[in-house]
Nanobody, 121 residues
């Protein structure tokens, strides 16, 4: 079994910062691409950023470019999302997704349960 657990969400005032973490655990052979998604009320889940195992990354939300930075630590099986200068539109549940090859050498996409980010004005 493989689990993804997000952490680091919370309530922050506009202009503040948060760093989200996503840690994978369990029967892992190799973690490939990892991604952050966001779901806010009334909106579908949208892709925020991705990062490959080699560290190539992209932020996909135009309003987040220059404010959000995605990174990972392969030794810790962890991906991060540093979010700076937050505004209320950044509020939502942030989900981690990862493409993982398990010890049985089967590759699947896994989801975490999400972490809530609330930015007050």
């Amino acid at each position: 079994q493989v689990q993804l657990v997000e952490s680091g969400g919370g309530l922050v005032q506009a202009g503040g910062s948060l760093r989200l973490s996503c840690t994978a655990s369990g029967s892992i052979f190799r973690i490939n691409t990892m991604l952050w998604y966001r779901e806010s009320p009334g909106n579908t889940r949208e892709l925020v950023a991705h990062i490959t195992r080699d560290g190539e990354s992209s932020v996909y939300i135009d309003s987040a470019k220059g404010r959000f930075t995605v990174s990972r630590d392969n030794d810790k099986n962890t991906m991060y999302l540093q979010m700076d200068n937050l505004n209320p539109a950044d509020s939502g549940v942030y989900y981690c997704n990862a493409n993982i090859k398990n010890q049985a050498l089967q590759t699947h996409d896994y989801w975490g349960r999400g972490t809530q980010v609330t930015v007050s004005s």
